[in-house]
């Protein structure tokens, strides 16, 4: 498997994103081929959306003021966090651990980096369909069978350091099921199974970085996965109730709370 870095340079929200991913991939002198995988960092998607909050018209809420004074954020970042998450699970120094769109995240995706001082993006709204709109556009004006992820990164609990994670899929099934399958030793397997645009996505992350290298687009070659048109997005995701993280979490925080009473 091949993983190679596309420069695009800035992409303001006057850029027709299919035409700068299009023209970087030309630039670098690659050729999209049948079956290449096309990631792309969430920030630039969010732009060309119009995805960005200028902080000085944010009118921070007195829940967003208590929250920032406990964990020392600007106030006006927390109320946008608020705003975009659809649950609050607690937080560390400048952070905020939040669900959104059924992920748990940092920030509800909200971010301040590689952007104008002042200002932040949001996730794309609908990350997949937005992945989907990208993949038929660029089938359509290459005439090759493609895959596109939209990617963002994320931290692991108890890991230092960020890995990726695919926040929009498109053309291709997410996830590998082992379950059922016998491992070297002839057992049945009862759990297992592979998060296969996430590890793309961690693949991906890695060209990108997380600075100034101006590399929010990737094309993963000869990972032979197959095109998948008719994926479902949504298996990627874990119910709460089946989730250990989660579900310990959960549990913990309803003993917390009995332990205050």
Same mark, same amino acid.
């Given at each position: 498997?091949?993983? +190679?870095?596309?420069?695009?340079?800035?992409?303001?929200?006057?850029?027709?994103?299919?035409?700068? +991913?299009? $023209?970087?991939?030309?630039?670098?002198?690659?050729?999209?081929?049948?079956?290449?995988?096309?990631?792309?960092?969430?920030?630039?998607?969010?732009?060309?959306?119009?995805?960005?909050?200028?902080?000085?018209?944010?009118?921070?809420?007195?829940?967003?003021?208590?929250?920032?004074?406990? $964990?020392?954020?600007?106030?006006?970042?927390?109320?946008?966090?608020?705003?975009?998450?659809?649950?609050?699970?607690?937080?560390?120094?400048?952070?905020?651990?939040?669900?959104?769109?059924?992920?748990?995240?940092?920030?509800?995706?909200?971010?301040?980096?590689?952007?104008?001082?002042?200002?932040?993006?949001?996730?794309?709204?609908?990350?997949?369909?937005?992945?989907?709109?990208?993949?038929?556009?660029?089938?359509?004006?290459?005439?090759?069978?493609?895959?596109?992820?939209?990617?963002?990164?994320?931290?692991?609990?108890?890991?230092?350091?960020?890995?990726?994670?695919?926040?929009?899929?498109?053309?291709?099934?997410?996830?590998?099921? $082992?379950?059922?399958?016998?491992?070297?030793?002839?057992?049945?397997?009862?759990?297992?199974?592979?998060?296969?645009?996430?590890?793309?996505?961690?693949?991906?992350?890695?060209?990108?970085?997380?600075?100034?290298?101006?590399?929010?687009?990737?094309?993963?070659?000869?990972?032979?996965?197959?095109?998948?048109?008719?994926?479902?997005?949504? +298996?990627?995701?874990?119910?709460?109730?089946?989730?250990? $993280?989660?579900?310990?979490?959960?549990?913990?925080?309803?003993?917390?709370?009995?332990?205050?009473?």
């Amino acid at each position: 498997m091949q993983v +190679i870095p596309i420069k695009t340079g800035r992409i303001s929200p006057r850029d027709s994103l299919i035409d700068k +991913i299009l $023209y970087s991939i030309q630039s670098s002198e690659v050729s999209l081929e049948d079956g290449d995988i096309v990631a792309i960092a969430s920030k630039v998607v969010s732009v060309a959306e119009g995805r960005i909050v200028d902080l000085t018209s944010v009118q921070p809420s007195r829940k967003a003021q208590e929250l920032g004074t406990h $964990y020392q954020i600007d106030p006006q970042f927390v109320e946008v966090i608020l705003k975009e998450a659809d649950e609050i699970l607690g937080g560390v120094y400048r952070t905020l651990l939040t669900i959104k769109d059924d992920i748990m995240i940092a920030n509800a995706g909200a971010d301040l980096s590689n952007n104008p001082k002042g200002h932040m993006t949001l996730w794309p709204k609908n990350p997949s369909g937005s992945a989907n709109r990208i993949r038929k556009e660029l089938e359509k004006r290459t005439r090759k069978k493609l895959i596109v992820l939209i990617i963002d990164s994320r931290t692991t609990p108890l890991r230092l350091g960020t890995s990726g994670i695919a926040i929009g899929i498109s053309g291709i099934n997410p996830i590998k099921d $082992y379950r059922g399958r016998r491992d070297l030793f002839g057992k049945k397997l009862i759990v297992t199974t592979l998060a296969v645009a996430d590890a793309l996505a961690s693949a991906a992350h890695l060209v990108m970085g997380e600075g100034d290298e101006a590399i929010p687009l990737a094309i993963i070659r000869n990972s032979e996965i197959p095109v998948d048109s008719d994926h479902n997005p949504e +298996i990627a995701k874990m119910p709460k109730e089946r989730c250990l $993280y989660m579900k310990v979490l959960q549990e913990y925080m309803k003993k917390s709370e009995g332990n205050k009473l």
